[in-house]
């Protein structure tokens, strides 16, 4: 049977991989392509639905996104949400102006409920609105199926042509009842079958592994992070010990971390693969030593794990395929958008390039980091590492400001472990979507006992993010943080002080360096 699709067309909205999210949460496989994908190309992948994300420009503006207008003709269904609504309008010959007033946040809504998207929909309902244009006319052939106090074409749709616009974001949670309305438009216009689930990923990949490798040799990087392990799990139960992993343990891990991914995949382990461990810490702190700049801290740690990775791989002899545990997300940000570098990140340093081999093997290429998930938990792997939190690769490296020195190596692992157990012995752990301890580069005068001190001070960052995109500030319980301030200082030592990270991203990224 035909594998389904729908197409999502981003348009530079902040909720595009959400949107794509939803749709597999619905049981259909979307995938993101930019707004500008020649027409040929996209009616190749034979999708049975379309939809236009939001994004920060202004229609009627020349240098906006546009679309190619044949598009509308293909006769498949399209979705336009907030600037994807008002472009619809637009190309169709409608009117898109600067609203009167703005809307921003939870807006009420009023709508037809005979309306395609509708049917299941109360009829005043909650959504999530943030625009400055609106659509002022509506197209002919189009007639108008909701609206707000200020916005009174907040949904439109052209039921003979299947073309359906949403002023508001039903892909966010704020929008009570908008999940019902991207089912109405899969199922009920698209008409999918809906049957992308991950049992049938896990038996899918490991035929298409099989067929790939053949009687070859494979090679994987190993992290310990939930996408390498993950990976590496998926290919071990299709091909055994025809694949190698080599786990660089960098020295640069939390708190036993290396030894648990050893426990894991190593020879005591369940999985039957060929695992080699490299202790580099002491060779990483003689190239990190004296160096504070935090991209040249990246780079030297992402080349150095190459060059390391590269030595094994030799050890081993020739290898016919790398593997990576690429997931959606690695593919989506560094493939379509065109946004400044804020920090090199991801796939530690790259692929490396004295290694020969016949093809890459990127078995989660497609998959959401949930999804990813979800895997992991069908194929066996212990919860412990299925939810680990995310983890940069270049590791407490860029959790330590300025120079890395096996002292603040300790006192970071050391407090970051006492964070982490308070946070899970207050229930909060699977509630924070990511937490960790940090170093200041920092040292202040205290008192302990009757003595001066002149010590480090220790940074604790949670946040709250749906995509690690952009984040708040964690509102963890103060009596909680003065429970962990106590043990950190009163625990660890070389710290006299424990600040706690109000920041948000923006300004701020996640990681301090
Ligand atoms: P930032 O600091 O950019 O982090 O706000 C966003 C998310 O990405 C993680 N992160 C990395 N992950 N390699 C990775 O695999 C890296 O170099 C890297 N740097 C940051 C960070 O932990 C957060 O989840």
């Known amino acids: ?13 902040q909720y595009n991989q959400l949107i794509a999210r939803r749709v597999r949460d619905e049981g259909v496989y979307a995938e993101i392509y930019r707004s500008d994908i020649d027409l040929e190309k996209l009616r190749e992948r034979r999708p ?41 309008a637009y190309e169709l010959g409608g009117e898109v102006k600067k609203a009167p007033i703005s809307e921003y946040g939870r807006t009420e809504l009023s709508v037809d409920r005979s309306a395609g998207l509708f049917r299941e929909v109360s009829e005043r309902t909650s959504v999530w609105m943030s625009h400055t244009d609106y659509i002022a006319r509506a197209p002919e052939g189009f007639s108008i199926t909701g609206s707000t106090e200020n916005c009174p074409i907040a949904a439109m749709e052209d039921e003979k042509r299947g073309i359906y616009a949403l002023q508001f ?7 009570v009842e908008g999940r019902k309305m991207i089912h109405a438009f899969l199922y009920d216009i698209c008409h999918f079958r809906g049957d992308w689930r991950m ?45 190698s992993c080599v786990f660089v343990d960098h020295g640069l891990l939390r708190k036993y971390e290396g030894d648990e991914v050893e426990a894991v995949f190593g020879s005591t382990g369940k999985y039957d693969l060929n695992f080699i461990r490299v202790n580099a810490g002491p060779l990483y702190l003689e190239k990190l030593k004296g160096v504070e700049e935090p991209e040249q801290k990246r780079r030297i740690i992402g080349e150095r794990f190459i060059r390391i990775f590269e030595q094994e791989a030799k050890k081993i002899g020739a290898v016919d395929f790398l593997a990576q545990g690429t997931i959606y997300a690695d593919v989506v940000e560094s493939g379509l958008g065109n946004g400044a570098v804020i920090k090199s990140h991801h796939n530690v340093g790259g692929l490396p390039k004295n290694i020969e081999f016949r093809g890459i093997i990127e078995p989660l290429r497609d998959l959401f980091k949930d999804e990813v998930r979800r895997v992991g938990l069908e194929l066996g792997l212990p919860e412990s590492l299925v939810y680990r939190q995310p983890f940069p690769g270049p590791g407490l490296g860029v959790r330590i400001i300025g120079e890395v020195t096996e002292e603040k190596l300790r006192i970071v692992r050391d407090a970051d ?19 960790f301890a940090a170093l200041s580069n920092m040292r202040s005068v205290g008192v302990m006992g009757d003595f001066r001190t002149y010590d480090y001070a220790v940074v ?43 920041s948000s991203k923006p300004p701020g990224t996640i990681e301090l360096e």
């Open 1 to 13: 049977m035909e594998k389904e699709l729908l197409a999502v067309l981003d348009f530079g909205g």
């Open 48 to 88: 049975k639905g379309i939809i236009f994300t939001g994004g920060p420009q202004s229609v009627y503006r020349e240098e906006s996104q546009h679309i190619d207008p044949r598009i509308f003709d293909m006769g498949i269904p399209i979705l336009g949400f907030c600037y994807g609504a008002q472009l619809i």
């Open 169 to 175: 974001h039903p892909e966010v949670q704020h929008s």
């Open 199 to 243: 049992d049938s990923f896990v038996s899918d990949q490991i035929e298409a592994i099989r067929e790939k490798v053949g009687g070859g040799k494979v090679l994987l990087a190993l992290s310990g992070g939930v996408d390498s392990s993950v990976a590496a799990t998926l290919l071990s139960k299709a091909i055994g010990r025809q694949l």
């Open 417 to 435: 472990f006492i964070y982490r157990e308070e946070i899970k012995k207050a229930g909060l752990e699977r509630k924070i979507s990511q937490y």
């Open 460 to 502: 604790l960052r949670a946040v709250e993010t749906d995509d690690f995109m952009s984040a708040e500030c964690s509102n963890i319980p103060f009596e909680i943080l003065q429970r962990i301030m106590n043990r950190i200082v009163n625990e660890v030592k070389g710290v006299n002080r424990v600040l706690y990270d109000l």
